[in-house]
């Protein structure tokens, strides 16, 4: 009861406050630091404005998020008017969030690897990044310099020394140590993890950018059954149900010897209470036989709903908040990797975000997920894909057979066409 | 000695039963109790007690607020639907009119529907009960919405159950006992009033708990109808709890938020404990 | 002037008034509106406006192929699935139920504890206990694995909640460990309701404690173990939360549900998902008028 | 204070009819009890009176004014169930108080009228008490206080005393008869226990599925039971029945054969009998002459033999046909003695084929 007076009386004295000007937008976003510096930059954009920006907390959960940006704009929903959306998003929401393209200026010169992931098969680009998420190899430098090792550049390399290292570990009595961690349970970060292996063995990208579907591939297939062999050998049998904290979580615990993770790991990880602070470093991801390195492309962006009624001034916002001058502003408080190529090489922002130089490298190798080039049927593209990924890593189909299946499943979404 | 062997055998019963049912949440309470790098070492016993993560909880987020939240749309629903529930129990248990068979049985056909289902169209009907409601009251005043139209959704998903639950117990409680009620000259209303309700307490308690911790553990339509931190439940509260960055999964903190949860529901039922479990029935018509 | 009964049938029908109109305006909207979706071509762009495309959701055959959700066979695996946890878990609840509810009527000390504790599991939200299993059960850092590994049972962490070959049983205790406490206190409700002299009788003519039950208490509470079952195989059949949240992406348990989620929110076909939960509701109640014919709950509903 | 008058009542239960044209003057005052064996309508019969049944076709007046439409409270009645029908949340004031409040009656009236109640049935030490601390016989009193109460013109009491052990039901019979003498009030009163309706009726209602059989005073349904099951279903043991032929007819007297033994002449006639008409003949245990004079009599030999102190039973048979009888209670017979047994002709009944009574 108090509950319902308390708010008749808010909402009388907000209708009585309002003025003519003033415009109140609604934005779906996410809690954590990312939404915290959302919050900051905009409350400046507040007060440049004078606009008033509601936020609408978003969960956690990436697939929750989805779906309830999926029951709003199914529905037409003239309530939210700026959302944030994550970089495969473009081709399912494409038809549903504003083209930003007339809007880009010379102040947003974002890379191109990292705007293509937001631009629809139509040339759209629905939604502008402010982030990027850079996968990486993580290793422990006190390790490798105890056995005289090299930093491994190839999957082969790694492999021998994880196993190496592994071995010699549990000879001394470590008997948890493991050679290498990553994420390989049957969810979008297997599509992450499976999608390099592949890329980096010359596999190609499942669904090349035309349209064609190209993962039935031997490089493919070798790739799946390498990541195949790791299982049990230098990664735990569990390691199929291995989301990125189950992965950090064992890597923090000093019982790994090398991480496929993002970068949020490297500040976790070299916090006071980890095991391994001080002891590990990054390098791009290693490559196999007939391919280069390859990073999956992760990372967020801010796009505006096609049914805000008031989209001119959420457009002016998201400008605000993915300019160049945002992230220079931010960066050094939220250890986030930009979207602009020079800021990489910012000695400043290297002093306080010490990963930054280091990032500079796997960034250039980022491959966004074919999620533009496949338009609405991403998500059953994605399922498909690390359904095939997972069924080889746990030993259910080899890799020839799996990539084959995956070929004739792809072509029945495939249809008429993406 | 057989007496003492026997009082051995129940007491360990007993002990299983606890062990079983409670370990899960006391493991819960202890992570919630250990800072972030502990969390991912096993142990059965804390090796700190840290109450930040609950601090943060109660005082830097808005969790305090969703709690409230799903207090008023708990208790609401539960007293909405156990209301409703009990004068329709009434009727199909101890009225015989055509076509009583057939109504239990649509409510039971309406429970079959998968809830996913009707998702989308119960949020298109949301927008038009916002709208309808908006244009009565010409008032912004979305919380409210949200929550009213969460408890309506509620109500409707728990009626099926605590009708069929009521109309079960009901049928319990003798016939002649109403009979007599009637001959003493009250009215149906006041036979369900003074006479029922007394009899029925404990079984209306029973299913009003059954029934809150359906609504207090439902997530998926509080997650589509709520959207602005004022009016979010405290299961979508628990899904909103972020890392610091992404991808960390802080588990210290939804431990914790969990037990807040937990916690209110086990003191509940430990108050109305006496009186659910002080047995449906008793007196003259246990004979 | 009315007869009593005539007075007390127009009474029941006016005390039936808010059920009847909140069950119409609120469940049959959405029931049709499904309904109608899964006969559309709906999908995010068309959502509000779709087109009447016929059965085509359900089934078509177009150029030499089958397509829709009969002929899809992670469909009938999802099915195949949805009953196999159903069977299971509903038994193990059964069971577990009536062994609580028994445990909950000794008289001692531990009582209120044994009480309370039987409702936590089932207090706990779904989101809560499937985090909480899927931490328990980590491979590495999971309490059960660590225990199991110092009885020596096990020599390596094991992944129960991915492993294909333990997904599946590991669901239906978690379940079981959450729902069995809903049978338990209706059980015991209905043990509570039975006459002290039927226990009493038991112990006297000397019937040993498992005769006892099953002679004579069993039969008296089969109703509440009937209506207890009813609902807790309703919400089984439609099992959505435990599975999504502990393993959403393996077709190893993927249910019905869960399949028809799927199709409507993450690939948006809000037709296609509409027509799979249109035959999940029909699978559901077949099973469910089955069931209560089996059982004869519908004899619960006539007078004696 | 109150006639009741059924007139011509019908009952369907569904396809069941269960009460068929059922009429019935039940007098001011008198204590009337329905018997019958379960089955018969007599519990349907009372709830009509009641007012919890409805009346398919039919009238049922209550002094003079027609009562189908009136619910219970209207009607100035109170009943007593088997099941006490206790509230069991209120203590047995309460109970009792009940039925007062609704009729909104003071305070000091509401208190008086119980413990008037109380004193009458000697249970005011229990007033405070709930009915799970009471036994058997103290719920039953606080179920008829609670009639009591209300100064209905009307009791009805659905079998109250059989949820009581045997010695109870004999005392609580007692008290019920000074109970009638007390209150003046009219009473019905169903049971299926023939004794209880001997011993407690002014007058009784033979039910048998659902038409009247017979209505009188317990003699005369005793003496002249109007047919085969009012006779059977009067006194215990049973009337023993036997078949026989009518061998010829006189102005006062029917002459029939036994069984081929004997001849009896029974002062009994009927109208549409004749010569050579198989009937039954039927005589109660206590009215055999057992090895004594008699006008009709047999050999038979005994196979029980029942000793109740004040009376023996003696088991006999003869050509398959059971037969029972009444002797002092010290005999000397044993099992396994021939006795001869007399038939009185004035005690003996006859039955035509349509199992109506001879007059």
Known sequence: MKKIVLSLFASLTFIFSLNATAIELNFAQGGGSQGKMTMELTAEWEKKTGHKVNFLEMPASTSDQYVQYKTWLSAQNSDVDIYKVDNVWAGEFGTQLIDLKPFLDEQLEIMPNVLSAYTTAKGEIIGLPYSVGIPMLYYRTDLLEKYNRDVPETWDEMTETAQFIQDKERAAGNDKMWGFVWQGNAYEGLTCDALEWVASHGGGMIVEKDGTISINNANAAAALDMAAKWVGTISPEGVIGYKEEDARGIWDQGNAVFMRNWPYAWSLSNKDESSVKGKFDVVQLPRGPNGKSTSTMGGWGYAVSKYSEKQEVAVDLVKFLSNRDAQHATIAEYSMPPVYIEIYDNKEHAETYTLLPLLKGPSQALLPRPSAQTSGKWPQVTVAFYTAAHEVITGKKDGATAVAELETALKKIKGKGW | MNKLYDKIFKYGLQIIVIIFCVFPFYYAVMTSLEGSAAVFVPNFFPTEINPKNYIYLLFEHNFPNTILNSLFVAIVTVSISITISYFAAWSLSRVNFQGRSMFLFVILAISMFPQIAVLTGMYQLFLNFKEFYFNIFDLRVKGITSLLWLCFTYTMFNIPFTVWVLTTFMKGVPKEIEEAAIVDGASSFLILRKIFLPIMTPAIFTTAIMAMIAVWNEFLFALTFTATNSDRTITVGIALINGTVEYEVPWGSIMAASVIVTVPLVIITLLLQGRIMSGLTAGSIKG | MKSVSQIRKRTALIFLIPVTIILLSSALYPLISTLYLSLTDAELENFLNPNYVGFINYIENYEGMWYGVLADSLFWNSVRNTLVFTIFSISLEV????????????????????????????????????????????????????????????????????????????????????????????????????????????????????????????????????????????????????????????????????????????????????????????????????????TRLHKLDEME | MADINVNTVNKYFGDVHVIKDISLDIKSQSFTVLVGPSGCGKSTMLRMIAGLEDINSGTISIDGQVVNDLPPKQRNIAMVFQSYALYPHMTVFDNMAFGLKLEKRSKDEINERVNEAARILQIEDYLLRKPKQLSGGQRQRVAIGRAITRKPKVFLFDEPLSNLDAALRVQMRVELAKLHNELDATMIYVTHDQTEAMTLADDIVVLDTGIVSQKGSPLELYDKPNNMFVGGFIGSPKMNFMPSKILSKSADSTEVDLMGMSKISVPKLSASSSEGDAVTLGIRPEHLVVNGDADGSWESKVFVVEKLGDVTYLYLEKDGEPLVAETEGHSEIKVGDSVKVGFPAGRCQLFDSSNQAFK
């Open chain 3, 95 to 294: 069971v577990l139920g009536i062994s609580f509810a028994l445990i909950m009527l000794i008289e001692n000390k531990l009582k209120w504890f044994v009480r309370a504790a039987v409702l936590i599991p089932w207090a706990i939200p779904t989101i809560v206990s499937a985090r909480m299993f899927e931490w328990m059960l980590q491979d590495q850092f999971g309490i059960f694995n660590y225990m199991l590994i110092g009885l020596g049972i096990l020599e390596q962490g094991k992944a129960w909640t991915t492993d294909p070959q333990t997904s599946m049983i590991v669901i239906i205790i978690i379940d079981a460990w959450k729902t069995s406490p809903f049978v338990a206190i209706l059980v015991y409700a209905g043990l509570k309701a039975l006459p002290n002299e039927v226990l009493e009788a038991g112990k006297v003519d000397g019937t040993n404690g498992i005769t006892q039950f099953y002679y004579i208490i069993f039969p008296l509470i089969l109703p509440a173990i009937a209506v207890a079952i009813v609902f807790r195989g309703l919400d089984a059949l439609r099992v959505f939360d435990l599975i999504y949240l502990i393993n959403a992406g393996s077709k190893d348990i993927m249910s019905m549900t869960v399949y028809a989620r799927r199709e409507m929110f993450e690939y948006s076909h809000f037709g296609f998902g509409a027509a799979a939960s249109t035959m999940l509701t029909l699978i559901i109640g077949v099973i469910a008028v089955i069931f209560i014919q089996r």
